[in-house]
């Protein structure tokens, strides 16, 4: 006699909804709304969710972080499953997703984000981050760089989601720092993908160092310089956050760089003895030494002028430019 086949296990609304970073409002308003609800259901009113269920909700996820409007992606997902949707839903099965249109006046673009005016198709990264949804965050970060570069991609759409990110955490009691922590660790390992796929520079040409100052801990926007330089081949070194000052003396002078970024993010760490200290370090062989420029970058600095052989760029384009420029514009045009 043959044993009997185990049964799928299912899980409940709660279980799927915490696996899918969404409320179970929600699924249980997509059931009612589009037929998202399970294929087969069992006895009772409680419903239980199938791996084949899940996956159709998946779908529904992943359509909806990017912009797609509910019913429209209820309708694609459910066609892909070999699914109907409940008539009258608005539903269309196989419907080709189309972006989401502008919010309506009050109401939050990413989920409650105080987003302001990113761009509409990019949504999906503040949706996707407050679903603690890490592989989503990996496929948009991914798409934004390589549709827009990584300038585009930081300045318009990862900066302010980090940003929003930031105003509701410090708005709301400390609730959603796992959402900063999430967004924060794909950002940077985005980045740094960016740097490891980057061509390299000339091997005889002095790399950029880059290191946040003493006690500085936020060190993302200086990853993306770092990325924005890789993409131009131009070489760099990076030693991150809270680098003690003796460290980053004992590195300038090791390293001989024809730049040094300095990034500090509030009054408290920027340092202008440490600066000007940096900017008077001087390398090479007797009777032709050089030093370096030093930039100040983020924040912290304010907007004072800049003291002897430093400069304060106000934005990652303008850092970007001033660094091409002084360590040979042309280098990434020579490796490409």
């Given at each position: 006699m043959s044993s009997p086949t185990p049964r799928t296990p299912r899980l409940t609304t709660g279980a799927v909804a915490?696996?899918?970073?969404?409320?179970?409002?929600?699924?249980?308003?997509?059931?009612?709304?589009?037929?998202?609800?399970?294929?087969?259901?069992?006895?009772?009113?409680?419903?239980?969710?199938?791996?084949?269920?899940?996956?159709?909700l998946e779908d529904m996820c992943r359509l909806t972080?990017?912009?797609?409007?509910?019913?429209?992606?209820?309708?694609?997902?459910?066609?892909?499953?070999?699914?109907?949707?409940?008539?009258?839903?608005?539903?269309?099965?196989?419907?080709?997703p189309q972006p989401a249109p502008g919010p309506a006046p009050g109401h939050g673009p990413g989920g409650g984000l105080p987003l302001g005016a990113v761009r509409q198709e990019f949504r999906g990264l503040a949706r996707a981050a407050l679903r603690l949804n890490g592989p989503a965050l990996d496929?948009?970060?991914?798409?934004?760089?390589?549709?827009?570069?990584?300038?585009t991609a930081w300045e318009e759409v990862i900066a302010p989601t980090l940003h929003a990110v930031g105003r509701k955490w410090e708005s709301s009691g400390d609730r959603y720092v796992e959402v900063e922590h999430l967004l924060s660790w794909h950002v940077s390992t985005a980045l740094r993908t960016v740097v490891g796929n980057a061509p390299p520079g000339p091997r005889d040409a002095a790399p950029v160092l880059m290191a946040c100052v003493p006690g500085e801990q936020h060190s993302l926007p200086l990853e993306a310089l770092a990325?924005?330089?890789?993409?131009?081949?131009?070489?760099?070194r990076m030693l991150g956050a809270a680098v003690p000052a003796e460290a980053l003396a004992a590195s300038v002078r090791r390293t001989g760089p024809c730049a040094v970024v300095l990034w500090s993010q509030s009054r408290h760490t920027a340092d202008g003895t440490l600066a000007r200290q940096v900017a008077g370090t001087a390398f090479g062989v007797r009777g032709a030494r050089t030093h370096p420029l030093v930039a100040l970058a983020g924040p912290g600095w304010g907007n004072g002028a800049p003291g002897p052989g430093?400069?304060?760029?106000?934005?990652?384009?303008?850092?970007?430019?001033?660094?091409?420029?002084?360590?040979?514009?042309?280098?990434g045009a020579a490796a490409s």
């Open positions: 915490r696996r899918l970073g969404i409320s179970p409002t929600t699924l249980r308003s997509w059931d009612r709304r589009y037929g998202m609800g399970p294929a087969v259901r069992d006895g009772g009113r409680h419903r239980r969710w199938s791996v084949e269920d899940i996956a159709v972080t990017a912009g797609v409007p509910p019913s429209e992606a209820a309708g694609v997902a459910l066609s892909r499953a070999h699914r109907s949707p409940v008539p009258g839903t608005g539903a269309v099965p196989g419907a080709e496929e948009l970060l991914a798409v934004l760089v390589d549709e827009h570069g990584l300038v990325a924005a330089l890789a993409e131009r081949a131009l070489p760099l430093t400069v304060r760029p106000t934005g990652l384009r303008e850092a970007l430019d001033v660094l091409a420029r002084h360590c040979g514009a042309g280098a």
